[in-house]
């Protein structure tokens, strides 16, 4: 997985995938918040990287503050 290689911080994929990293690599991986159900997508973070995770949650915050995350899920359902 590209997060173990340190190639990328932050993976985005399903929420099987990121299920079983996060069981399977608890030491080193685990997922971040709740799973989207209607698009079964999570994000995950290495873990330790907390100051990555409070900007990932803040992020989605503001897009969802903001009505982007509804325009979005509108556009795509």
Not at 1 to 20: G, T
């Amino acid at each position: 997985m590209p997060l173990e290689a340190d190639r990328i911080d932050i993976a985005y994929d399903s929420v099987s995938y990121m299920l079983y990293a996060a069981n399977h690599q608890a030491d080193q991986f685990r997922m971040v918040g709740e799973p989207e159900l209607l698009a079964p997508i999570a994000f995950g973070v290495k873990k330790g990287e907390q100051e990555k995770v409070d900007l990932l949650r803040d992020s989605v915050q503001a897009l969802m503050d903001d009505g982007v995350y509804e325009d979005v899920m509108a556009e795509w359902n």
